[in-house]
């Protein structure tokens, strides 16, 4: 039996629900959500040949699939022209929709060709990793990578829906379910001390995958993230909390070369390094590394070196007028963003990594 729930984003005209339930990709009739009769789903070659054809059983038939190779390296304005060539040979109408079928990568390059064609098409979210489920895919945040760096090529384009399947993480690599837990960490860290409490209670049956405890934590991750990004949609302030870590953690993936740590990785370590930064006291910083640690993931940078380090922070594009502005928290469960910092104290937390 199908069970599910729906959330909303509440954007005004651009509000739009997230399904989250098992089964719903042999399930949900997409065709509701469709613009008009065209549609294009874009995937890669890891995802498609498991769930492409469970997902075409609810679309109109006749739609065109685009496969992509799959990785982060493939996140690139190459493969979104890939996607636009598709859209116009299929000669693609303004109410076609496109249909991301994947993980973040694949979800990051059809968002941002559904924002250009056309000058914006419709398109659906349909993520099948953790961090696609609890981040990436809710927001409306696209783009692909320039070798000069992450995501410097976007477009806010906000989708019609995002359909989460929870079974589809059953076939998710382990490293990756670690990944994705540790961005469901940071809601907890930032906004919500009593999802943090619940998340020490069940990190055991997340890892073993106890399908409930997997579709509470999506499900309240999403709900922590619709309603940050429902007061800032364009990140004018509040928005930025959700980058709690990633100061650190975008330093560390830098330096490493990407591929080396998975962006939750990296995250997790940044977490904890924030969380030094903060201020806050021993213990919740224990209890922020004791979490981390029961997830599997890394609680100490690697030894890049504290110069490295601030000169990759200093490069971050959320960099403004050259000050680094820092997600720190007030306690766990409460975050705000600042550049006011100890630079005293930033300098002990980058000597970590000094190895
Ligand atoms: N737009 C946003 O707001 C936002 C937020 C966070 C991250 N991102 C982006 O998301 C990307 C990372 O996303 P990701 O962690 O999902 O990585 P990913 O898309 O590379 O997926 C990770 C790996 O898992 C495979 N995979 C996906 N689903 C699977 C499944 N169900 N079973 C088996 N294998 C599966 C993929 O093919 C890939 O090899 C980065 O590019 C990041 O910049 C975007
Ligand atoms: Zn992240």
């Known amino acids: 039996m199908v069970i599910s729930t729906t ?33 294009l789903v874009v995937t890669n070659e890891t995802v498609g040949p498991i769930y492409l054809e469970t997902l075409k059983s609810n679309l109109p038939p006749g739609g065109d699939v685009v496969s992509l190779p799959d990785g982060e390296q493939h996140k690139t304005l190459t493969n979104a022209a890939q996607v636009l060539d598709q859209l116009v040979s299929g000669r693609a109408n303004r109410d076609a929709t496109v249909v991301a079928l994947g993980g973040g990568v694949v979800g990051d390059i059809a968002g941002f060709a559904a924002a250009c064609y056309m000058r914006g098409i419709a ?7 953790l961090l696609a489920q609890v981040d990436s895919s809710v927001g409306g945040k696209t ?22 399947d929870t079974d589809t993480l059953t076939t998710l690599p382990d490293r990756e379910l670690r990944a994705g837990l540790a961005e469901v960490i940071k809601y907890g860290a930032i906004a919500d001390l009593e999802f943090f409490t619940w998340l020490e209670a069940n990190i055991d049956d997340l890892l ?4 409930d405890a997997l579709a509470y934590a999506i499900q309240r991750s999403c709900e922590l993230k619709a309603e940050v990004v429902a007061d800032d949609e364009r990140e004018a302030g509040r928005r930025a909390i959700l980058n ?15 591929g080396e740590w998975l962006h939750g990785e990296a995250v997790a370590a940044g977490m904890l390094m924030a969380a ?3 201020g806050i006291g021993g213990d919740e910083v224990a209890r922020l590394q004791n979490l981390i640690e029961a997830a599997g993931l890394p609680v100490s940078p690697p030894a890049i070196g504290a110069e490295k380090m601030l000169s990759a922070m200093q490069l971050d594009k959320k960099v403004q007028a050259k000050q ?20 005293g104290r930033l300098n002990q937390v980058l000597g970590k990594t000094n190895g």
């Open 7 to 39: 959330l909303t984003v509440n954007l005004g005209e651009r509000s739009y629900p997230i399904v989250i339930g098992n089964g719903l990709l042999g399930d949900f009739n997409l065709t509701d959500y469709l613009a008009g009769p065209d549609c």
């Open 143 to 164: 783009g692909v990578n320039h070798e000069q760096g992450k995501n410097l090529i976007g477009a806010f384009h906000q989708p019609q829906l995002v359909l989460i």
């Open 324 to 343: 680094i502005r820092f997600v720190l928290l007030r306690t766990l469960g409460d975050a705000y963003v600042t550049s006011d910092y100890d630079a």
């Open 276 to 278: 030094d930064l903060s």
């Open 123 to 129: 398109f659906i979210q349909v993520p099948t990793t």
């Open 208 to 211: 073993g995958r106890n399908p």
């Open 244 to 258: 709690y870590g990633h100061t650190f953690g975008h330093a560390i993936e830098n330096s490493v070369g990407y």
